[in-house]
């Protein structure tokens, strides 16, 4: 299958093909003019990889994981770093809750200036520095 076609068929661009390769996410060959060639199952592979990406993943932590995915296989190892993953998505979300929480505490400042605090919004609802 050409390139255009795995690209059409899974709903990505070639570009993103082109950079799964680069990671050592999916394989073509080449013909005799150098175009790249799939093999038929490279559309479900691709929506593997879109949904990998799409649970937070990065390309090497996918990467790690395709072995096993396509021996049909989970291993205590790949559920640990499935699991790493998660937390590490966990701790991010606190991060931004936190982050939103403070700029709350802005927002309400803004609406309702103290004048010993350092932020205040002046005549055209601008919040400024003094």
Same mark, same amino acid.
Request: glycine share 4%; with cysteine; hydrophobic share 35%.
């Given at each position: 299958?050409?390139?255009?076609?795995?690209?059409?068929?899974? /709903? *990505? =661009?070639?570009?993103?093909?082109?950079?799964?390769?680069?990671? +050592?996410?999916?394989?073509? $060959?080449? $013909?005799?003019? +150098?175009? /790249?060639?799939?093999?038929?199952?490279?559309?479900? /592979? *691709?929506?593997? &990889?879109?949904?990998?990406?799409?649970? +937070?993943?990065? =390309?090497?932590? &996918?990467?790690?994981? %395709?072995?096993?995915?396509?021996? +049909?296989?989970?291993?205590?190892?790949?559920?640990?770093?499935?699991?790493?993953?998660?937390? /590490?998505?966990?701790?991010? &979300?606190?991060?931004?809750?936190?982050?939103?929480?403070?700029?709350?505490? *802005? &927002?309400?400042?803004?609406?309702?200036?103290? #004048?010993?605090? #350092?932020?205040?919004?002046?005549?055209?609802?601008? %919040?400024?520095?003094?």
């Amino acid at each position: 299958m050409r390139i255009g076609e795995v690209a059409e068929r899974a /709903r *990505v =661009s070639v570009r993103a093909l082109r950079y799964y390769e680069q990671q +050592g996410l999916l394989a073509s $060959t080449r $013909t005799s003019g +150098g175009q /790249r060639r799939y093999p038929d199952d490279a559309v479900t /592979r *691709v929506e593997l &990889i879109q949904m990998l990406y799409a649970a +937070g993943l990065s =390309s090497p932590t &996918i990467k790690d994981l %395709l072995p096993h995915v396509d021996a +049909g296989e989970s291993t205590p190892e790949s559920r640990a770093r499935l699991r790493a993953e998660k937390a /590490r998505l966990d701790a991010r &979300i606190a991060e931004l809750q936190h982050t939103r929480d403070r700029l709350e505490a *802005v &927002i309400d400042v803004s609406q309702a200036p103290n #004048p010993l605090c #350092p932020l205040v919004v002046d005549d055209e609802s601008t %919040l400024t520095t003094r």
